[in-house]
């Protein structure tokens, strides 16, 4: 707000003479009085006082006649309302109120002769800054008035008055506050006070809380909680979120118009305050945020608010209003989403993608404190390492985690193993619930989008032709609409075909299939750590190790306590490898390369093992060669070689160019010559290495013209090459790239190349002999 004020002017030199007397209206004004400042101080409580009740502020700044009529110039007059809308309960430091410093500070020196209010509790509501201003106004001789009466703080009725007027001011603030307390506070027991209500509520006409009538507001709600229950963690409902293309509803408020549903792209902050908020568990809560009682008290800031737990709030009302989810279930939610966060307190953790299977689990067996993972090379490990870190004692103890989780997934799988079959069925009708309230919450969404095309369809239709000015825009916002559920449609298309589409029958017998098979599942590549670690967690509440005083590095037994979350214990006993071990490829690994080698070259297996994500002992990824040293350090023969050892096929069926050139009648250039084309296909480690020849039946029936007698082979290279508009090395790279098969035609007295697309090769066409043998003459 702007200040209105007059200009003061310079300061007067002071002159010893004492300055003679002028007739004043009140006996209290002196000319001393007169020759220094009026200032007039202006202030109202609260930003919506001024905006809604200008009357007062009309009165306030009407102080300024009243100024004049004591005998002050206007240009001695001066408005402090700098203060407008701040608070004048507290110190002027806490609330910003720089318009009462600023008088304070002109009163000290002596400039103000007179300090106009309202009433005294415009200047300050709190004792120690009025006593502090009245004793600057008695030793400056400054006058105080209001809008009926002068006071001078010299004279002691006068202060005496002023201090009473103050002290009834500071019990008037606080008797108007416990009142308002008061009857707030009893309201809200009854449960009858409004709250601001999260989205899925709406307020109804006689007060209560009511379900919001939207049912895609509803549906996301519920969807919430619902895969919460089921995933765990606030992050994988978010994930569940993202991978369906699913919104959340929130509230937006706004002063004058209330609050609107907007449709906003899911966070995990939106997520953890709906599974957090008592509300959505039909519990009236007042209370549970506000400032700290025992604080200390003071004038200063009040400090930042508090958020209260359930057993501090002021009222928790049960069954106050219709529920998402219930109240048992809220806790067990609060309990879950405090025991996955370790950043306030102790505590599990919630499930990770990290290889340790037991991560959060582990309780070490000497010192009792709970155990970390400590991922390193060459191999991860649990380490007890919480009295090391706050009392500078050694490490308790360290454990690798192979053995240990080893131990713990086979006596799982033994425990779940009777319940095989309920779990594919209870799996299978949790995909088909989850995938009915994807689809229902879209088709609730394009249901929207319709609507509002429809509803601004109607809005352009009502519109007069004429009026050219608002058709335009309706005809924009009709077109914007429509634009709108077009795109939906689309979005809504590509996610029923990446997974909203219902189970066929053969992929329900698959699931029960695998998920009969849980120790297949386990193992399988596709199912990720996360996965594992959600699974133990539901039967395992924690593990405890303790490992044999052994030399380290020299190996043991590690005993394991497994404690149930039925409360059952179990004992066991793993053997723990040693630094030798450890430092060994894993059998595992061995026997993978061994049943590999027979089928695929080195670098082929260095490829899948890559993709199976196996390491080396050093925990790096497989190359060509460390693949070749590891064979040859356990005698693994290879059936794939790089160089060729004779005239035979390979195990994967390429052969030798030797080959090629004996079956078909040709030299070995030729041979290189078809390679480098693309006529063959060919597999060559590096430049100067053999090359190894695909050459199967078909390749034959292609290369002796068998297949050109049955018609295959359109064009030839010249004609391809002006049919698909490429150039002779780019014709090539297609055959080399597969797009396109080469057939080998006899035409005349001469052999010649022709050209096929791909997706016209022949498949199951049989082989008939043509009576044409095999030339030893070279194409031109």
């Given at each position: 707000?702007?200040?209105?004020?007059v200009?003061?002017?310079?300061d007067?030199?002071?002159?010893?003479?004492?300055?003679?007397?002028?007739?004043?209206?009140d006996?209290?004004?002196?000319?001393?009085?007169?020759?220094?400042?009026?200032l007039?101080y202006?202030?109202q409580?609260?930003?919506?006082?001024?905006?809604?009740?200008?009357?007062?502020?009309?009165?306030?700044?009407?102080?300024?006649?009243?100024?004049?009529q004591?005998?002050?110039?206007?240009?001695?007059i001066?408005?402090?309302?700098?203060?407008?809308g701040?608070?004048?309960?507290?110190?002027?430091?806490?609330?910003?109120?720089?318009g009462?410093?600023?008088?304070?500070?002109a009163?000290?020196l002596?400039?103000?002769?007179?300090?106009?209010?309202?009433?005294?509790?415009?200047?300050?509501?709190n004792?120690?800054?009025?006593?502090?201003l009245?004793?600057?106004?008695?030793?400056?001789?400054?006058?105080?008035a209001?809008?009926?009466?002068?006071?001078?703080?010299?004279?002691?009725?006068?202060?005496?008055?002023?201090?009473?007027?103050?002290?009834i001011?500071?019990?008037?603030?606080?008797c108007?506050?416990e009142?308002?307390?008061?009857?707030?506070?009893?309201?809200a027991?009854?449960?009858?006070?409004?709250?601001?209500l999260p989205?899925?509520?709406?307020?109804g006409?006689?007060?209560?809380?009511?379900?919001?009538?939207?049912?895609?507001?509803?549906?996301?709600?519920?969807?919430?909680?619902?895969?919460?229950?089921r995933l765990?963690?606030?992050?994988?409902?978010l994930?569940?979120?993202?991978?369906?293309?699913?919104?959340?509803?929130?509230?937006?408020?706004?002063?004058?118009?209330?609050?609107?549903?907007?449709?906003?792209?899911?966070?995990?902050?939106?997520?953890?305050?709906?599974l957090?908020?008592?509300?959505?568990?039909g519990a009236y809560v007042?209370?549970?945020?506000?400032?700290?009682?025992?604080?200390?008290i003071?004038?200063?800031s009040?400090?930042?608010?508090k958020?209260f737990a359930l057993d501090?709030v002021?009222?928790l009302?049960?069954?106050?209003?219709p529920a998402?989810?219930?109240?048992?279930?809220?806790?067990?939610?609060?309990?879950?989403?405090?025991?996955?966060s370790?950043?306030f307190?102790?505590s599990?953790g919630?499930?990770?993608q990290?290889?340790?299977?037991?991560?959060?689990?582990?309780?070490?067996?000497?010192?009792?404190?709970?155990?970390?993972?400590q991922?390193?090379?060459?191999s991860?490990?649990?380490?007890?390492?919480?009295?090391h870190?706050?009392?500078?004692?050694?490490?308790?103890?360290?454990l690798?985690i192979?053995?240990?989780?080893r131990?713990?997934?086979?006596a799982?799988?033994?425990?779940?193993?009777?319940?095989?079959?309920?779990?594919?069925l209870?799996?299978?009708?949790?995909?088909?619930?989850?995938?009915?309230?994807?689809?229902?919450?879209?088709?609730?969404?394009?249901?929207r989008?319709?609507?509002?095309?429809?509803?601004?369809?109607?809005?352009?239709?009502?519109?007069?032709?004429?009026?050219?000015?608002?058709v335009?825009e309706?005809?924009?916002?009709w077109?914007?609409k429509?634009?709108?559920?077009?795109?939906?449609e689309?979005?809504?298309r590509?996610?029923?075909?990446?997974?909203?589409?219902?189970?066929?029958?053969?992929?329900?017998?698959?699931?029960?299939?695998?998920?009969?098979d849980?120790?297949?599942?386990?193992?399988?590549?596709?199912?990720?750590?996360?996965?594992?670690k959600?699974?133990?967690?539901?039967?395992i509440?924690?593990?405890?190790?303790l490992?044999d005083?052994?030399?380290?590095g020299?190996?043991g037994?590690?005993?394991?306590?497994?404690?149930?979350?039925?409360?059952a214990?179990s004992?066991?006993?793993?053997r723990?490898?040693s630094?030798a071990?450890?430092?060994s490829?894993?059998?595992?690994?061995?026997e993978?390369?061994?049943?590999?080698?027979?089928?695929?070259?080195?670098d082929q297996?260095a490829?899948?093992?890559?993709?199976e994500?196996?390491r080396?002992?050093?925990?790096l990824?497989?190359?060509?060669?460390?693949?070749?040293?590891?064979?040859?350090?356990?005698?693994?023969p290879?059936?794939?070689?790089?160089?060729?050892?004779?005239?035979?096929?390979?195990g994967?069926?390429?052969?030798p160019?030797?080959?090629?050139?004996?079956?078909?009648?040709?030299?070995?250039?030729?041979?290189?010559?078809?390679?480098?084309?693309?006529?063959?296909?060919?597999?060559?480690?590096?430049?100067?290495?053999?090359?190894?020849?695909?050459?199967?039946?078909e390749?034959?029936?292609?290369?002796?013209?068998?297949?050109?007698a049955?018609?295959?082979?359109r064009?030839?290279?010249r004609?391809?090459?002006?049919?698909?508009?490429?150039?002779?090395?780019?014709?090539y790279?297609?055959?080399?790239?597969?797009?396109l098969?080469a057939?080998?035609?006899?035409?005349?007295?001469?052999?010649e190349?022709?050209?096929?697309?791909?997706?016209?090769?022949?498949?199951?066409v049989?082989?008939?002999?043509?009576?044409?043998?095999a030339?030893?003459e070279?194409?031109?």
């Amino acid at each position: 707000m702007t200040t209105q004020m007059v200009d003061a002017p310079p300061d007067a030199p002071r002159n010893p003479v004492p300055a003679p007397l002028v007739t004043v209206a009140d006996p209290k004004i002196h000319a001393r009085h007169l020759t220094r400042q009026a200032l007039i101080y202006v202030r109202q409580s609260h930003p919506n006082q001024v905006r809604h009740h200008p009357e007062s502020a009309r009165r306030q700044y009407g102080l300024t006649e009243r100024a004049q009529q004591l005998g002050w110039e206007s240009e001695e007059i001066r408005v402090i309302d700098e203060d407008q809308g701040k608070s004048g309960a507290g110190s002027a430091v806490a609330h910003g109120r720089d318009g009462f410093a600023e008088l304070v500070s002109a009163v000290g020196l002596g400039e103000v002769g007179m300090v106009l209010a309202l009433e005294v509790s415009r200047l300050a509501r709190n004792s120690a800054e009025w006593y502090r201003l009245l004793e600057l106004c008695a030793l400056s001789g400054t006058l105080i008035a209001d809008d009926a009466t002068i006071y001078d703080p010299r004279l002691f009725n006068d202060r005496l008055l002023l201090g009473l007027r103050g002290t009834i001011s500071e019990v008037e603030l606080h008797c108007i506050k416990e009142r308002l307390d008061g009857a707030r506070m009893s309201k809200a027991r009854r449960g009858e006070l409004p709250l601001r209500l999260p989205a899925g509520y709406v307020g109804g006409r006689d007060g209560q809380i009511e379900l919001d009538p939207d049912q895609e507001v509803q549906g996301a709600i519920r969807t919430i909680f619902a895969q919460f229950e089921r995933l765990g963690t606030a992050t994988a409902v978010l994930h569940f979120f993202n991978d369906h293309g699913l919104k959340i509803p929130r509230h937006r408020w706004h002063a004058e118009s209330g609050s609107h549903i907007v449709w906003m792209r899911p966070s995990y902050q939106a997520i953890h305050t709906v599974l957090m908020n008592p509300t959505y568990a039909g519990a009236y809560v007042y209370g549970r945020r506000g400032q700290d009682s025992s604080g200390p008290i003071g004038l200063g800031s009040p400090g930042a608010r508090k958020r209260f737990a359930l057993d501090q709030v002021s009222v928790l009302l049960h069954d106050h209003h219709p529920a998402y989810v219930s109240w048992e279930r809220y806790l067990a939610n609060r309990a879950t989403l405090r025991d996955n966060s370790t950043q306030f307190q102790p505590s599990r953790g919630a499930p990770r993608q990290g290889s340790g299977l037991l991560q959060g689990l582990v309780v070490c067996g000497r010192c009792g404190c709970r155990m970390r993972v400590q991922y390193g090379k060459p191999s991860a490990a649990y380490l007890c390492g919480t009295r090391h870190q706050r009392y500078g004692e050694p490490l308790c103890q360290s454990l690798t985690i192979g053995h240990v989780d080893r131990a713990v997934s086979e006596a799982f799988l033994q425990v779940i193993e009777p319940a095989q079959i309920e779990a594919a069925l209870t799996l299978a009708a949790e995909l088909e619930r989850d995938r009915v309230a994807v689809e229902r919450q879209w088709e609730l969404r394009l249901e929207r989008a319709r609507y509002e095309a429809e509803r601004a369809f109607r809005q352009y239709d009502l519109c007069e032709p004429e009026n050219r000015l608002a058709v335009r825009e309706l005809e924009g916002r009709w077109n914007a609409k429509l634009r709108a559920v077009a795109e939906l449609e689309a979005e809504y298309r590509r996610e029923q075909n990446r997974g909203l589409a219902p189970l066929t029958a053969e992929e329900k017998a698959t699931l029960h299939q695998l998920v009969g098979d849980v120790r297949a599942l386990w193992e399988a590549a596709e199912m990720c750590m996360e996965e594992r670690k959600r699974l133990v967690r539901c039967l395992i509440r924690e593990v405890v190790l303790l490992k044999d005083e052994q030399p380290r590095g020299q190996g043991g037994i590690t005993t394991l306590r497994i404690g149930w979350c039925s409360g059952a214990w179990s004992e066991l006993r793993a053997r723990r490898p040693s630094g030798a071990d450890l430092a060994s490829t894993p059998q595992l690994v061995l026997e993978r390369i061994r049943g590999l080698a027979q089928h695929h070259s080195d670098d082929q297996v260095a490829a899948i093992l890559n993709a199976e994500g196996l390491r080396t002992k050093m925990g790096l990824s497989w190359t060509y060669l460390r693949v070749g040293q590891i064979r040859l350090r356990h005698g693994i023969p290879t059936a794939c070689p790089i160089v060729p050892k004779g005239a035979g096929p390979r195990g994967d069926g390429l052969v030798p160019p030797a080959t090629v050139m004996e079956q078909v009648g040709v030299s070995r250039s030729v041979v290189g010559s078809w390679c480098r084309c693309g006529f063959l296909h060919a597999e060559q480690k590096a430049a100067l290495d053999p090359r190894w020849i695909r050459l199967t039946d078909e390749d034959q029936a292609r290369l002796d013209g068998t297949r050109a007698a049955q018609g295959y082979g359109r064009w030839r290279l010249r004609e391809a090459q002006r049919v698909f508009g490429l150039n002779e090395e780019e014709l090539y790279q297609r055959m080399r790239d597969g797009d396109l098969i080469a057939y080998r035609a006899h035409i005349g007295d001469h052999w010649e190349w022709c050209v096929d697309p791909a997706d016209q090769a022949p498949h199951d066409v049989p082989l008939q002999p043509t009576g044409i043998h095999a030339a030893s003459e070279e194409e031109e």
